[in-house]
């Protein structure tokens, strides 16, 4: 494409953190079934914590994402009238969740969207939480759109706000460690209140997302201060007993969060050993 005074450039996408979903794609056996049985009693919240878990064991799947499209698109955490598990804004957050979100350019709301399963088929959209261009997909939530101005905001796009809306994906966190794709162990300080089982779930899907922990041991020590250098000293000693494999710290990486409602939590994450037989590497 040719900008003014014949100067070459490449129009924006923004949709590259999303995940496309191909023309056909296989159900998960019993998935949408669980899914419709929890869904019929109200605990949607229990029915997303089995599509992500089922995201965290098999990777990215058409079928477990369709699957929060489904439970997702139009709600907002905690809606639903009669709702005995509503959805939580913990969920809506979900690392595993990012690949099938949409998001304002603006304001970096994102909300889900269920046009993506429908398309090809004739719909009406009323009041949408969101406009996108249907060239670059550029997107705007309703708070966030000119009056009377569909042009889409993207120098030289000359594309239109409407619909569909599709996901465009969130900007994820890296992982912690990006070295490999398996963790050997995990150690997570702690200042605050002790995390318990749901946080550390919460924790590993952020510091570890798209990585096979299935084998990690993890282990909570308290730390008022947080400090790094407490960390690798434990992680040393985890080395020098036997109880990770040769060179952990030089396979150690941590990132620091912050929690206003529970404290401080530093989570160093040990990549698997790339000496170890068996231990399948990305």
């Known amino acids: 494409m040719l900008a003014s005074g014949g100067e070459r450039w490449l129009m924006a996408r ?27 009693v109200g605990r949607e919240r229990s029915a997303l914590d089995l599509v992500v878990a089922t995201l965290r064991r098999d990777g990215r799947s058409a079928a477990a994402f369709e ?40 304001c970096q709301l994102h909300w889900f ?15 949408p939480i969101g406009l996108q261009c249907q060239v670059c997909r550029y997107t705007l939530c309703r708070d966030c759109l000119a009056p009377n ?9 000359g594309g239109t706000l409407g619909t569909p809306v599709l996901p465009t994906g969130r900007p994820r966190r890296q992982p912690a460690n990006r070295r490999v794709g398996d963790i ?14 749901a946080e550390v779930v919460g924790l590993l899907d952020l510091v570890c997302t798209w990585q096979d922990r299935s084998a990690a041991r993890v282990t909570l020590v308290e730390d008022p201060e947080v400090r790094k250098a407490v960390g690798e000293a434990l992680v040393h ?7 990770v494999g040769l060179r952990a710290f030089e396979r150690t990486r941590a990132v ?18 790339r000496s170890e037989p068996g231990r399948p590497h990305s």
């Not at 590259?16 to 669980?34: N, Q, S, V, W």
């Not at 000693?237 to 109880?243: F, K, N, T």
């Not at 620091?256 to 050993?273: C, E, Q």
């Open 256 to 273: 620091l969060i912050s929690n206003p409602r529970t404290g401080k939590r530093r989570v160093l994450v040990v990549a698997g050993d």
């Open 184 to 197: 050997e162990y995990v150690l997570v300080l702690w200042e605050g209140t002790e995390p318990d089982q």
């Open 149 to 157: 101005d569909r042009d889409c905001p993207e120098p030289g796009c």
């Open 67 to 106: 699957g929060v499209l489904l439970l997702c698109s139009g709600r907002t955490a905690g809606s639903g009238s009669g709702v005995a598990e509503p959805i939580t804004s913990e969920q809506l957050t979900n690392p595993y969740l990012a690949p099938v979100a949409t998001e304002c350019v603006s």
């Open 237 to 243: 000693r985890e080395e020098r007993e036997g109880r």
């Open 14 to 40: 923004h949709d590259a953190e999303a995940f496309h979903f191909p023309d056909r794609f296989d159900p998960i056996p019993g998935l949408y079934e669980r899914l419709q049985e929890l869904h019929r």
């Open 113 to 127: 969207s269920s046009h993506i399963l429908t398309l090809g088929q004739r719909m009406a959209v009323s009041n």
